[in-house]
């Protein structure tokens, strides 16, 4: 396989990977899932640095890509301690939970409020009983001889 052929498939890759990321962050509000697209969308762009270091023989790329692990690696730490921190104060993830943090001169945000009660429970269809109950002893369910 050419070099030229290689560098475009790492390329598409890396592409693919930074646009799945980053529909998963515009389009989900629950903290782990946005931290996952934004964890995604930087392993596309250190695919792509790989690439084109390989392409140029430099190895600039990838030492780049290196230091980006690592600021990913701090960013995983403040990540979870800001999510384990939301979630012990409001027992959620949605993202509009955050919007208390903002600034006192902003605009409250327009997005629909939040249900405090759970939904429904479903009405699930049961079957009638068949049969009559075998009467078991205690002692047979607590402790079994043939088992």
């Not at 498939?9 to 903290?31: D, K, P, T």
């Not at 409250?108 to 939904?119: E, F, I, K, V």
């Not at 429970?121 to 001889?145: F, H, N």
Request: hydrophobic share 50%.
């Amino acid at each position: 396989m050419s070099e030229l052929a290689l560098l475009h498939n790492y390329l598409i890759v890396g592409a693919m990977l930074f646009g799945i990321g980053l529909f998963g962050f515009a389009s989900r509000r629950n903290m782990i899932v946005m931290f996952l697209s934004a964890e995604m969308m930087l392993q596309g762009v250190s695919l792509s640095l790989v690439a084109w270091s390989r392409w140029h023989n430099d190895f600039g790329g990838q030492m780049l890509v290196v230091f980006i692990i690592a600021v990913a690696a701090c960013e995983a730490a403040i990540a979870l301690a800001l999510i384990l921190m939301l979630f012990r104060r409001r027992g959620s993830l949605d993202v509009v939970l955050w919007h208390e943090l903002r600034e006192q001169d902003q605009p409250s945000p327009a997005d629909a409020p939040l249900r405090d009660q759970p939904a429904e429970k479903p009405d699930w269809p049961r079957l009638p009983v068949a049969g009559r109950r075998p009467i078991i002893s205690p002692e047979e369910t607590d402790y079994r001889r043939h088992v």
